[in-house]
């Protein structure tokens, strides 16, 4: 069973840094996608930025670019988000989620099929 287990969330205030980090288990495989989505009370969860192992591809929304960076260690089975100049509209519950088909969009929660159960970031001004 594939299980992704998040940490790293926290509160900062703006302009600071985090780096978020995503520990899988339960495949192997080396073929999959994994990404990280946000949340923020009343809004719909928008991805954030995606990395897709077999095509070498990542991907970064726009309000993220130039300021996250999402990295994976294959050894250490993690995943990573570095945030950057982070910013009160950041604030938000981050997920990681991973699927195998790498079929959809990766800014689409519905092309990944599993989930972590969140952590937290507050940015504050």
């Known amino acids: 069973q594939v299980q992704l287990v998040e940490s790293g969330g926290g509160s900062v205030q703006a302009g600071g840094s985090l780096r978020l980090s995503c520990a899988r288990s339960g495949y192997t495989s080396s073929g999959y996608c994994m990404a990280w989505f946000r949340q923020a009370p009343g809004k719909e969860r928008e991805g954030v930025a995606a990395?897709?192992?077999?095509?070498?591809?990542?991907y970064y929304a726009d309000s993220v670019k130039g300021r996250f960076t999402i990295s994976q260690d294959n050894a250490k089975n993690a995943l990573y988000l570095q945030m950057n100049s982070l910013k009160p509209e950041d604030t938000a519950m981050y997920y990681c989620?991973?699927?195998?088909?790498?079929?959809?969009?990766?800014?689409?929660?519905?092309?990944?099929?599993?989930w972590g159960q969140g952590t937290q970031v507050t940015v504050s001004s």
């Open positions: 990395i897709y192992s077999g095509a070498g591809y990542t």
């Open positions: 989620a991973a699927d195998f088909s790498c079929s959809g969009p990766p800014s689409r929660s519905s092309a990944f099929a599993y």
